[in-house]
């Protein structure tokens, strides 16, 4: 199986107590660079998005605290930036970004939606103080100016009530002159060096991410979009992912995918999947065969679990243990690892991590029908007392109805 990895650079921001209280996030085109080399300001916002809302997720990226983003006119602008949990993130505007009323008023808008912003002051533009009134943060650039016009910068936004960083402070000397100035808050390597946050990213088809798209912007039944959702792992997987960011740290148990598209409501579904499109990488494709794998054993477990007389709630709880049953194996870490930033539900955990009980002994069941193990599944399937006959004739149906889908 192909796949990629998204990069993500995280250098901490400290109080003067020299307690983290926030982190920027910067694009890294890999674990090794210190810049997001040829990739444009747009490209590096959005692939900086993707790993917060889904690659890497923000419970990894942040734990409990604010995200400092950067972002450039286009994607200020762009609706995906709302695509973001307000309330951790931090937006950071150049200083070379001119205060047009257009963007005052994005400003506005989006601080009516939670999110704080913050001004890059380094070599600040003459007029740019027009966002001394937007903006909550001030970062400046302890070796790019003067010690007077640091001093000079300071002053000017002590008048406001702007909490200011001393960005780029390396030495001790750096730090002294900060303290002595009573700046509110420190970055640079005298605290500590950037880190870099890596995950295997899997990408979706770009198909299934279309007819979603139109599904969603002609107000298709939730029961069309769900369809879709059950047939592609990878969608599946970056939703709920998304939902867990979307949530700002409260966990989310999503009971199925209806429950997740209900969470989300239409219209950020809508921009989520557009941001899906933008970011595509035909690398980073799920393999055929371990897709149709996973989605047979969902629809078996599935229909196993109606044979056994599961109400439908816990027979979409079995969909999705044995749609993500491959997980470990597709982003090559531990279950237990997998499992930790989605947020499944409590039975679904349970399952895929080989704890007793009914999800659990089903998978083994279906696992074993894979080999064939023809000893094993006799005793599995008396162990559920479900008939051998009935067993082949769910899974039968099971390998039909992938065949149906095209997989």
Not at 3 to 8: A, E, G, K, L, V
Not at 276 to 300: F, H, K, M, W, Y
Request: a negative charge.
């Amino acid at each position: 199986m192909n796949s990629t990895s998204t990069f993500i650079g995280r250098q901490p921001i400290t109080d003067r107590q020299q307690q983290i209280i926030a982190y920027e996030l910067l694009f890294r085109r890999d674990e090794n660079s210190t810049d997001s080399g040829q990739f444009s300001p747009l490209e590096a916002d959005t692939r900086v998005l993707t790993g917060i809302l889904g690659d890497i997720g923000s419970g990894k990226l942040l734990k409990d605290k604010l995200a400092f983003v950067n972002v450039g006119e286009a994607m200020l602008m762009s609706e995906l930036i709302e695509l973001l949990p307000a309330r951790k993130i931090v937006l950071e505007l150049p200083s070379d970004l001119p205060p047009s009323r257009e963007i005052l008023d994005r400003m506005r808008m989006l601080r009516g939606q939670g999110f704080s912003f913050s001004l890059d002051c380094t070599g600040l533009e003459s007029g740019n103080e027009a966002y001394f009134d937007q903006i909550r943060y001030a970062n400046i650039d302890i070796q790019h100016e003067t010690p007077q016009q640091f001093m000079h910068m300071n002053a000017q936004l002590k008048s406001y009530p702007i909490l200011r960083i001393a960005k780029r402070v390396e030495t001790p000397a750096h730090y002294s002159i900060s303290r002595e100035l009573d700046m509110d808050a420190y970055q640079g390597f005298y605290f500590a060096k950037p880190e870099t946050i890596s995950a295997t990213a899997i990408h979706p088809s770009m198909v299934n991410t279309l007819r979603l798209l139109n599904l969603v912007r002609n107000d298709a039944d939730a029961d069309q979009i769900e369809a879709i959702l059950k047939t592609d792992l990878a969608l599946s997987f970056k939703l709920l992912r998304f939902v867990n960011s979307a949530a700002a740290g409260q966990p989310m148990r999503i009971t199925s995918f209806s429950h997740a598209i209900t969470m989300l409501g239409y219209r950020k579904l809508y921009r989520w999947l557009t941001l899906l499109l933008v970011s595509n990488d035909e690398n980073g494709r799920v393999s055929p065969c371990l897709q149709r794998t996973a989605i047979i054993r969902a629809r078996l477990m599935e229909n196993i679990g109606r044979q056994q007389g599961l109400n439908q709630d816990s027979c979409d709880l079995l969909f999705i243990s044995g749609l993500f049953s491959l997980l470990d194996v597709i982003l090559k870490v531990p279950m237990l690892e997998a499992c930790r930033h989605l947020q499944l539900p409590q039975e679904v955990e349970a399952t895929l991590q080989g704890k007793p009980g009914t999800g659990a002994s089903l998978l083994s069941l279906v696992r074993a029908l894979e080999a064939p193990e023809l000893g094993k599944i006799s005793y599995l399937a008396d162990a559920i007392s479900i008939p051998a006959a009935q067993l082949n004739e769910l899974h039968i149906e099971a390998l039909g109805w992938v065949e149906d889908l095209g997989l």
